[in-house]
């Protein structure tokens, strides 16, 4: 079932442009009148995200070829909290999108039939002077409107748009930050998440059920779920579903993101006693951290819940199954390892999904799929960048981190063998720091393995996929929790004799970027690194970054400035004299997140002291390249960078 023809060389190492060249990304599938949606990120074209749909009813194969919505100058994206997510909503024969050239929304009426759509399909809903920032949102089609979140000045609002146009009108105004807004079956009930800083959603956030008139106006709310305020429990919330009449989350209150149901939701008053009832009370993850709108791990597909959960950082794919009052996840059996952004429909379900030798595609599961006994469907992304036999697969790796905890990490072997000792090793952290390191298929890896390096994913403390106390291992402690574990797992991997200890270099981007320069200040184990987009001054960061992240430093670090020492402290641009070995630096001069003057002065910094540094500047890039011509450059550079200093 996965699978796809190889490219690239069958024999010698993975070229940077297969890696990461042309590759699309696919996100956020939706199945909608017996179609499925999705947006697909090119690289080749600058980053532009498009949307593709497949016809893919009752568990026939889909199409044989997607058919694209949004060609040309199209390019749907949200700018919601900087990172986006949620950019399009669609019920049947309607499209609401975010259109990134104006930021505003935009209507499409698909043809009943397969003939071209004609310009006259789009239509701009939303005025081009509205100044807010839309996403995260569902069509209301009994009202003719859109319902979703509108980021303006410092708060978030919930807002409807009316399907034939015009301005946006508050429901809703959060106190801070809100989301994963969903309407009830019958349109009576309207259910979303909210948070306020400094805590993040996956600190702290609240379940908000609210009560919608005839005329679909707000009429009462109440938070039923979660905890918000420094004395209460920290207690998150994940992606509210309804499943029928009970609305289904995710809540960690018990140290995991388990299943909840508030049992009669739909029809229960404001002032109604709330029945919770845990539905899957396990030692695994049915969430993700919300950087994004629009995840997805769970799904109603008319009769019964689907999900993914995570154990020991694998995922595996779902059905939940009600007997005699109790509940039980059955996995099914499916060769994969990753799965997200879950839809359903009538009985069909659909999910992207990843495995240590399959790159991302779309998973179609039919009634009997679920059931297992038919033949789920699968369309990759993209074919496998090397032949079957060459790809190098993740091992899970436990060593000794920080405060004797058992920690995690992937390691990928070499691909390509050495005439004599050790392999050189790539130590990677995750972005976030809040993420994790997950084993689908990535090509940039096997650009390292396939040139005889071994690779390490370290799922330092702080990771999600392991319960809330592994998270919260991180507490107070970025910069020294992170940079002890990278530098352990390297450690474990040259004790072991799997590495040689003069050729382990470190690289990431962002917070990554950030633990790279921690990393090369503060331990003597690596020799190179290179860094993306890095926090090098925490102190700026703390004063200059966007709202989003406005008070995560708090729980990183400390409070800013009562903990200036300590930010001082850690921050790498306060130490570069420490740094005595080569460093590359990457940088997009439209980053929000992490300003370019960060990077100037730390290279600045490096170059004052003699030690070996490069910068690359691109114009048009923000916090993450989208341009695969950029991205071929980035790799490239580096690997030409740590061949030099590492006399490869």
Request: charged residues 20%; aromatic residues 10%.
């Amino acid at each position: 079932m996965p699978g796809g023809a190889p490219q690239g060389a069958a024999t010698g190492p993975l070229p940077a442009a297969a890696a990461v060249g042309d590759l699309p990304g696919w996100q956020e599938p939706r199945l909608a009148g017996g179609r499925c949606f999705w947006l697909e990120r090119r690289p080749a074209e600058a980053g532009r995200t498009t949307l593709l749909m497949l016809h893919a009813g009752r568990g026939e194969a889909p199409a044989a070829l997607p058919r694209e919505l949004t060609p040309g100058e199209w390019n749907l994206r949200s700018r919601i909290h900087e990172y986006g997510g949620g950019a399009y909503a669609v019920e049947g024969s309607v499209v609401v999108f975010v259109h990134d050239g104006d930021r505003c929304l935009w209507r499409l009426d698909l043809p009943a039939d397969s003939v071209d759509i004609p310009p006259d399909a789009f239509r701009r809903l939303t005025p081009p002077d509205t100044g807010g920032a839309f996403a995260d949102g569902l069509l209301d089609r009994p009202r003719d409107r859109w319902l979703g979140v509108m980021e303006a000045g410092e708060r978030d609002h919930l807002v409807e748009v009316p399907l034939g146009g015009g301005p946006p009108r508050t429901l809703h105004e959060a106190s801070d930050f809100c989301g994963y807004a969903v309407l009830s079956p019958d349109g009576r009930r309207l259910a979303w998440v909210e948070w306020q800083r400094p805590a993040m959603p996956w600190q702290r956030s609240q379940l908000w059920l609210g009560w919608l008139d005839a005329a679909g106006a707000l009429v009462a709310k109440r938070c039923v779920a979660g905890s918000a305020g420094r004395d209460a429990q920290a207690v998150s919330v994940f992606q509210p579903l309804w499943a029928g009449a009970d609305l289904v989350v995710a809540n960690d209150h018990g140290g995991w993101w388990n299943l909840e149901r508030l049992h009669g939701a739909a029809s229960l008053q404001p002032d109604g006693a709330l029945r919770w009832e845990p539905l899957l009370p396990l030692a695994a993850e049915f969430a993700l951290p919300q950087w994004v709108c629009g995840m997805r791990t769970t799904a109603w597909d008319g009769r019964r819940l689907v999900a993914a959960a995570c154990r020991q950082g694998l995922w595996q794919l779902g059905r939940i199954e009600e007997r005699g009052g109790s509940s039980t996840w059955s996995p099914l059996d499916l060769p994969f390892t990753e799965f997200g952004g879950l839809t359903a429909e009538r009985g069909e379900v659909v999910a992207l999904a990843a495995s240590p030798t399959t790159g991302t595609g779309l998973l179609q599961l039919g009634s009997d799929s679920i059931d297992g006994h038919g033949e789920p469907k699968f369309v990759p992304a993209a074919p496998r960048p090397l032949p079957i036999g060459r790809i190098s697969v993740a091992e899970a790796f436990w060593f000794e981190g920080w405060g004797d905890q058992p920690t995690h990490a992937w390691y990928y072997p070499p691909g390509a063998e050495r005439e004599e000792g050790p392999p050189p090793l790539l130590v990677k952290g995750h972005s976030g720091p809040t993420g994790m390191a997950s084993t689908g298929l990535s090509p940039t890896i096997q650009f390292w393995t396939s040139r005889g390096w071994g690779v390490v994913d370290v799922n330092y403390g702080g990771s999600t996929g392991f319960g809330r106390a592994y998270r919260e291992r991180l507490d107070g402690g970025w910069g020294v929790v992170d940079v002890h574990d990278c530098a352990a797992a390297a450690r474990a991997l040259v004790d072991a004799g799997r590495a040689d200890p003069e050729r382990v270099a470190i690289e990431g981007g962002s917070a990554a970027g950030f633990t790279v320069l921690a990393a090369l200040c503060f331990t003597d184990v690596f020799r190179a690194g290179a860094c993306r987009y890095a926090v090098a001054d925490l102190a700026a960061l703390a004063r200059d970054t966007h709202r989003f992240e406005a008070g995560y430093l708090e729980s990183l670090v400390g409070p800013w400035p009562a903990a200036r020492e300590r930010y001082e402290a850690r921050s790498p641009l306060f130490h570069a004299d420490r740094i005595r070995c080569p460093v590359i630096f990457f940088q997009g001069l439209e980053d929000r997140v992490v300003p370019p003057q960060q990077t100037r002065a730390m290279v600045e910094a490096l170059e004052h002291r003699g030690v070996p540094v490069e910068m690359h500047l691109f114009p048009g890039e923000g916090h993450g390249f989208r341009d695969g011509r950029v991205r071929i450059r980035v790799l490239e550079g580096t690997e030409a960078f740590f061949r030099r200093h590492l006399d490869l």
